[in-house]
């Protein structure tokens, strides 16, 4: 199992940007997709983007394709975040999660492993 831990969440204005991280720990060798998704009060939890720890290929949610940009530091076990041009309907708790080889990539039941959430809340 690998241990998530994410960090960067807070309170910002419209408009403004975050950068969340994602420090992973453990296992890290059975983990091939990295991904992050977002819940908000009384929502389903879904879908924000999803990268590969040894490839190159990125995945985003139509609702911030062009805004958010997944990106990893392999030597660091960290994944990052950064989040542009944020609205309010982002606001929501982010978890990073875990994936191994196969499954979907945007499918919540397919990533085993999720960390606590850091909270973002974008104020109009």
């Known amino acids: 199992q690998v241990q998530l831990v994410e960090s960067g969440g807070g309170l910002v204005q419209a408009g403004d940007s975050l950068r969340l991280s994602c420090a992973a720990s453990?296992?890290?060798?059975?983990?091939?997709?990295m991904g992050w998704f977002r819940q908000a009060p009384g929502k389903e939890r879904e879908f924000v983007a999803a990268?590969?720890?040894?490839?190159?290929?990125?995945y985003y949610a139509d609702s911030v394709k062009g805004r958010f940009t997944f990106s990893r530091d392999n030597a660091k076990s960290t994944v990052y975040l950064q989040m542009s041009s944020l609205k309010p309907e982002d606001t929501a708790v982010y978890y990073c999660a875990a994936r191994r080889p196969g499954g979907s990539t945007n499918s919540v039941a397919d990533f085993y492993s999720w960390g606590p959430g850091t909270q973002v809340t974008v104020s109009s």
């Open positions: 990268i590969r720890w040894s490839g190159i290929g990125t």
């Open positions: 453990g296992r890290t060798f059975s983990t091939d997709v």
